[in-house]
């Protein structure tokens, strides 16, 4: 087996082409039988040819990139034996596309997708809903709650405080969404409810910018106000398209925030590892470098290109180490992390030695995960927050003969000790979910935490001095 120490392969956000079709099946149920909500393409004819070489190029593709090759040779030709008759007598697209939908999902790991192609098409447009509510939410205790109201942004402008429940926005209700995601397979599961409630409240939020969107919310006491959001472009939002996904509406972050003992701490949060993102992340860490600690806020974060992990990892490991292995068919690849020994400016600096802090949630995935859990194994991070994703494999899209498009995943990956995250994920050495008392008090439990063990650790390093 060959050995390459710079890994060329990035990894699929876990959740950016599965929001095609949870998006897309939410949005069509509302107006559309159970059948409909699916597909939007049900009644497009398909010839056997065709059906025969879709079906056809997905398994060899798979077949060929697959890297447990014991699944390869039992499970995955066992699925191609039961299934490729029905594949060639199919006459639509939806029947196609349900058997091998049903083909894929026999593999036991994420990132393993059929997507229809309209719905892809669609979302690799330019969005024209970024229009953004200047706030946050999260499926918490079985109701949506304002967990971030940024400043200056339209929901703070309306007087939106964290703690408030989002009971409906226009005429849809929280309960209506919420019965909705029940409708996706992946929301069965605890952490896929959260992910998918998340997914399809926070595009309800969303739409042109300049738009006006009434939402309903119950208050600290639970009474319901409305107030009227005017939607804005997000804060610091960037787009980049990236192969076969769709374009990708990015946001970040940074700041620095005090404590009532005086330690300091810079904050970094993102939404997407992609190259647009990486001057200012490296922008962000040379401006914060006189502070106590920092804390890096993946919540939220899907991920994105694995290779970036390891770039922004240089900034606090002070010498050449590893965040992980993968493995793909044929080769090891290491994300292999060099220290940053130059700033944005070429002068030359040491990598960040103070604290470093992780916030994780289970909308942290893919990337983010091999940054979070990869320093975590590493001894250099401390993880607050929820269990990510558990949603670790690099992966690729590629489109198929009929015009969908076939994610799949090309490698497992480990940290350097040997832990996987994909079925796990990143466990928090502090666990710290939201919790509505918190939040209408003005906390934010995850923070609050890396905030209080970055002031420890300031004063148990100034009292060995």
Not at 67 to 83: E, I, K, P, S
Not at 189 to 209: D, F, H, N, S, V
Request: charged fraction near 20%; include cysteine.
């Amino acid at each position: 087996m060959s050995r390459i120490a710079i890994p060329v392969l990035p990894t699929i956000p876990i959740v950016t082409l599965r929001i095609c079709i949870a998006l897309a099946a939410i949005a069509l149920a509302a107006s559309a039988s159970h059948a409909q909500t699916r597909h939007p393409s049900r009644g497009r004819p398909i010839t056997p040819a065709l059906a025969e070489a879709t079906f056809d190029s997905a398994w060899s593709v798979i077949d060929h990139t697959l890297w447990d090759t014991t699944v390869a040779n039992t499970l995955w030709r066992q699925a191609r034996a039961d299934l490729r008759p029905r594949a060639l007598r199919a006459r639509t697209a939806e029947e196609l596309r349900d058997v091998m939908e049903e083909m894929v999902g026999r593999l036991p790991y994420s990132h393993f997708e059929v997507i229809a192609g309209e719905v892809s098409d669609s979302l690799s447009a330019a969005p024209a809903g970024r229009g953004d509510a200047g706030m946050e939410v999260r499926l918490v205790g079985g109701r949506y709650l304002v967990t971030r109201v940024e400043p200056g942004g339209p929901a703070a402008a309306a007087g939106v405080r964290p703690g408030w429940v989002v009971d409906a926005v226009g005429t849809r209700t929280a309960r209506r969404i919420l019965e909705l995601v029940g409708q996706v397979p992946a929301a069965k599961e605890a952490r896929g409810r959260q992910l998918y409630a998340w997914i399809a409240m926070t595009g309800a939020l969303k739409g042109p910018p300049g738009t006006r969107l009434r939402v309903r919310f119950l208050d600290g006491a639970d009474r319901p106000v409305t107030r009227e959001l005017a939607l804005r472009e997000p804060a610091g939002a960037m787009t980049e398209k990236f192969g076969n996904l769709p374009t990708l509406a990015i946001t970040w972050d940074s700041r620095r925030v005090r404590a009532a003992d005086g330690t300091t701490a810079g904050v970094i949060r993102f939404n997407y590892w992609m190259p647009v993102v990486m001057a200012r992340l490296n922008a962000a860490v040379d401006s914060l470098r006189d502070t106590d600690g920092m804390i890096v806020d993946l919540r939220g974060n899907l991920g994105g290109l694995g290779l970036m992990a390891s770039g922004f990892a240089g900034h606090f490991l002070d010498r050449v180490d590893t965040l992980g292995v993968m493995r793909t068919r044929t080769t090891t690849l290491y994300l292999v992390s060099n220290p940053r020994r130059v700033d944005t400016q070429a002068r030359p600096v040491r990598p960040y030695a103070g604290p470093l802090a992780v916030l994780t949630d289970a909308m942290t995935g893919s990337t983010s995960e091999f940054f979070a859990g990869g320093l975590q194994q590493l001894g250099r991070v401390r993880v607050f927050g929820e269990p990510s994703a558990a949603a670790a494999l690099p992966a690729l899209a590629v489109k198929l003969p009929d015009g969908d498009v076939l994610l799949h995943a090309v490698a497992d990956f480990t940290g350097k000790t040997g832990k996987r995250f994909e079925g796990i994920g990143v466990t928090p050495d502090l666990a710290a979910p939201p919790t509505r008392a918190a939040l209408l008090a003005g906390h934010d439990p995850a923070l609050d935490a890396a905030l209080a063990w970055i002031a420890e650790t300031r004063r148990s390093r100034a009292s060995a001095r």
